[in-house]
C-alpha cells in the first residue's frame, strides 16, 4: 500500500479526492506561494517601499515562472522550509538582478507559507461548499418524494417511534445545510492573509505595513486580520473544525446507512454496491463504509493538530513542521468523503415494503408510546406506563402484536392508534421545512 491511500494509483477510485487533490501537491504549493509573492511586490510598489517598475516585474514574473519543485528539495531539507530556495530560484529564472533583489521584501517564510496555505484551503471550501450543495439538492429531492413514508425510527439499535424516511433524510441535510450557512462566517474569521515580517513586528515593512498588509489581502481576495498571526493556529483551527464537522455528519450518515442496508433489516437500497471476493450474496455498502473510516482518521489527525497548535515564543518549528503534515490529510479526507456522499445521496433509495414490515416484525411496539398516552386520558399516566409494559413483555413473549393484545383489553381505542401514518407527528412538516430551505438556497 501507498504511504497515503490519496497518493496510490490502487486505492484511487476509492479515495478519489475529485479537484481538490489538485490543492495539495508541490507544484500547487509553489504556485500558490508565488501568487502571494506577487501580490506583495505590488502592494509595496503601490506604496514606495520598492520601486514600482521593480513591484511590476516580479508580479508579472510569479505568473510566467514554473519553479521545479524537486530543485529545491536540498534547500528545504537544509532550511525546514523551502522559502529561501524559492526566492533564490525564482530570482535565479527571472534573469533580472535589479528587480529580483526586491522579492520577498520585508516578509518571512510563515507569511509566504501561512499566505499560500490559505490560498488553497479557500480553493478547498469552495470545492466543498459546491458538493455539498450537490448532497442537499438531492437529500432535498427525495425527502419531498417520501415526506410521508412510514418507517421506525430507531435509538440505541432499537425501534422507538414511527418517523418518515423523508424525516430520516431531512435530519441528514439539516446539519450538512447549517455547515454551508457557517461557511461566509467561517470566511471572514479564517481566511486571512499573513504578513508580520520576522517575529510578528513588520520591522522590515516600516511605517506603512498595515497598509500594505490591507492591499495585499485585497490582491489575494483574503481577509485582513489587522495583527499578527504567527502563532496563532486559530484560523487553521476553525477551518478543519469546519471540515471535520462535515465529516463527521457524513459518517453518521454512513453509519445509519450500514444498519439500515444490512441483510436482516434491508429497508434502503445503495445502488452499485461492493462485491466480495468469495461470497456471491454479498452487496457491501462500501461507500458508507469509507465515510465512516475517514471520520475516523480525521478525528485522530484533528487531536493532533489540537496539540501542534500550541507554539513557542514567536514562531515553534516543530509545531509547524505537524501542522504541514497534518492539514492536507484533513483537508484530502474531507474532499473524499463529500465524494462519496454526493453519491451516496444520489443512488440510496427506500424499500417500502421492508419499512411496513419492519413494525410488523417489531410486533407493533413502536407504537407504544402512543397507547401510554391514550391510556392516560381514563388513567393516571404513571399507570397507563405500567399497563402498556405489561402488554409490550406479553407480546414479547408470546409472539402476539402489541395491537392485537391492546385491543382485546381496551375494545374502545382509536383505530388510528397503530397506524405508522397517523403517528408521525412533526416529522412531514419538518420534512418539508427542510426542503424549503434547501430550495431558499
Known amino acids: 500500500m501507498a504511504a497515503s491511500v490519496f497518493d496510490s494509483p490502487l486505492y484511487a477510485r476509492l479515495f478519489d479526492t475529485g479537484e481538490t487533490g489538485r490543492l495539495f501537491s508541490d507544484t500547487a504549493a509553489l504556485r500558490a506561494m508565488l501568487l502571494v509573492e506577487g501580490a506583495l511586490a505590488k502592494a509595496q510598489g503601490k506604496h514606495g517601499v520598492i520601486p514600482e517598475i521593480s513591484a511590476a516585474a516580479i508580479h508579472r514574473a510569479t505568473l510566467e515562472i514554473q519553479i521545479d519543485p524537486g530543485a529545491l528539495a536540498k534547500a528545504t531539507g537544509e532550511n525546514g522550509v523551502c522559502i529561501p530556495g524559492l526566492v533564490a530560484a525564482f530570482r535565479a529564472e527571472m534573469n533580472a538582478p ?44 427525495q425527502a ?34 447549517d455547515a454551508v450557512d457557517a461557511l461566509p462566517g467561517l ?18 515593512l516600516g511605517p506603512k505595513a498595515a497598509q500594505i498588509r490591507a492591499d495585499l489581502a485585497q490582491g489575494l ?111 484530502l479526507s474531507t474532499a473524499c468523503a463529500l465524494q462519496h456522499g454526493v453519491a451516496l445521496a444520489r443512488d440510496i433509495r427506500p424499500n417500502p415494503t421492508r419499512m411496513a414490515q419492519a413494525f410488523e416484525r417489531g410486533l407493533d411496539l413502536a407504537h407504544s408510546e402512543a397507547l401510554s398516552f ?11 406506563q405500567a399497563a402498556v409494559k405489561t402488554l409490550c413483555q406479553e407480546a414479547l413473549r408470546s409472539g402476539t402484536s402489541l395491537s392485537n393484545l391492546a385491543r382485546a383489553q381496551y375494545p374502545d381505542l382509536p383505530a388510528s392508534l397503530f397506524d ?19 430550495r431558499a438556497l
Not at 405508522?420 to 434547501?438: I, K, S
Open 144 to 177: 419531498e418524494k417520501h415526506a410521508d413514508l412510514p418507517m421506525p425510527a430507531r435509538t440505541y439499535g432499537q425501534q422507538a417511534t414511527p418517523t418518515s424516511w423523508g424525516a430520516v433524510l431531512a435530519s441528514w441535510g439539516a446539519a450538512l445545510l
Open 374 to 384: 391514550a391510556l392516560s386520558q381514563s388513567m393516571s399516566r404513571p399507570k397507563a
Open 98 to 141: 535589479e528587480h529580483a533583489q526586491y522579492v520577498h521584501w520585508g516578509a518571512t517564510s510563515q507569511d509566504i507559507i501561512d499566505t499560500g496555505l490559505m490560498l488553497r484551503l479557500r480553493q478547498a471550501l469552495a470545492l466543498a461548499e459546491a458538493d455539498l450543495r450537490t448532497i442537499l439538492t438531492a437529500l432535498a429531492d
Open 187 to 204: 470566511r471572514e474569521q479564517a481566511l486571512w492573509v499573513s504578513l508580520s515580517g520576522a517575529s510578528g513586528t513588520s520591522a522590515a
Open 221 to 331: 481576495g483574503l481577509r485582513d486580520p489587522h495583527r499578527s498571526w504567527h502563532i496563532d493556529r486559530g484560523p487553521i483551527l476553525r477551518i478543519i473544525a469546519w471540515m471535520a464537522q462535515v465529516c463527521a455528519t457524513l459518517a453518521a450518515i454512513g453509519q445509519t446507512v450500514i444498519g439500515l442496508s444490512a441483510s436482516e433489516v434491508q429497508e434502503v437500497s445503495l445502488g452499485a454496491a461492493g462485491a466480495s471476493s468469495t461470497m456471491p450474496q454479498k452487496q457491501n455498502p462500501v461507500r458508507a463504509s469509507t465515510l465512516v473510516a475517514l471520520s475516523t482518521q480525521i478525528s485522530g489527525l484533528q487531536s493532533t493538530l489540537q496539540i501542534a497548535a500550541t507554539h513557542q515564543h514567536q514562531r515553534d518549528g516543530a509545531a509547524w513542521f505537524a501542522e504541514w503534515m497534518i492539514v492536507p490529510q484533513i483537508a
Open 420 to 438: 405508522p401514518q397517523a403517528q408521525l407527528g412533526e416529522a412531514p412538516a419538518d420534512t418539508r421545512a427542510f426542503v424549503a430551505r434547501v
